[in-house]
C-alpha cells in the first residue's frame, strides 16, 4: 500500500465532522483503493494503470466507478438512509476529494452504463455531488 505524499491530509475536514452532528449530517468517509489503510490493486489493476492503452484506462475508471454505486447502495440499505423528500432532507451527498475525484467523476461518468437494478436503488437517495481540492477550487 501506498503512503500519500500529498501536503493535505484528512484533518481539512475536522471542522466538518465535528458539527455534523448539531447539522444532522452523517459523514462516511471512504478512501480511495490503494491509498494508505484501503485496499490495495491487484497486480492486474496496477499493470493497467502503468499501461499505455486508452481503453484499459476507460474500463478500469469505470470498473472504480461501479464499485462506488455499489458501495453508495450498500449503505443505502445496510443503513436504511432515508430518500430525498419533498422539502430536500435525506438522501445522500457525495464529496470528491483530491485524487479521489478521479473515482468520483468516473462514478458520474459511467452511471448510465451501471445495472439497472442499482440504478433505480441509488436514483432516490443521489442529491449533491462536490468536487473539493486544491486543483478543483
Known amino acids: 500500500r501506498r503512503q500519500s505524499n500529498s501536503p493535505l491530509k484528512t484533518g481539512n475536514f475536522s471542522k ?5 452532528r448539531s447539522c444532522n449530517l452523517r459523514i462516511i468517509a471512504l478512501n480511495r483503493r490503494d491509498y494508505a489503510g484501503s485496499t490495495a490493486y491487484s497486480q492486474d489493476e496496477l499493470e493497467v494503470i502503468g499501461s499505455k492503452h ?14 462506488l454505486a ?7 440499505i ?4 432515508p430518500r430525498v423528500n419533498e422539502g430536500g432532507q435525506g438522501g445522500l451527498a457525495l464529496l ?4 479521489g475525484n478521479i473515482v ?3 462514478f458520474l461518468r459511467h452511471i448510465n452504463s451501471y445495472p439497472i437494478e442499482l440504478m433505480q436503488t441509488l436514483e432516490p437517495y443521489l442529491k449533491h455531488f462536490f468536487v473539493y481540492g486544491e486543483y478543483f477550487s
Open 54 to 67: 486508452d481503453a484499459a484506462h476507460a474500463t478500469f475508471l469505470r470498473e472504480r466507478g461501479l464499485e
Open 96 to 99: 470528491g476529494w483530491s485524487l
Open 70 to 76: 455499489r458501495f453508495l447502495g450498500y449503505l443505502i
Open 16 to 20: 466538518l465532522l465535528s458539527e455534523a
Open 78 to 81: 445496510d443503513l436504511g438512509l
Open 104 to 106: 468520483t467523476l468516473a
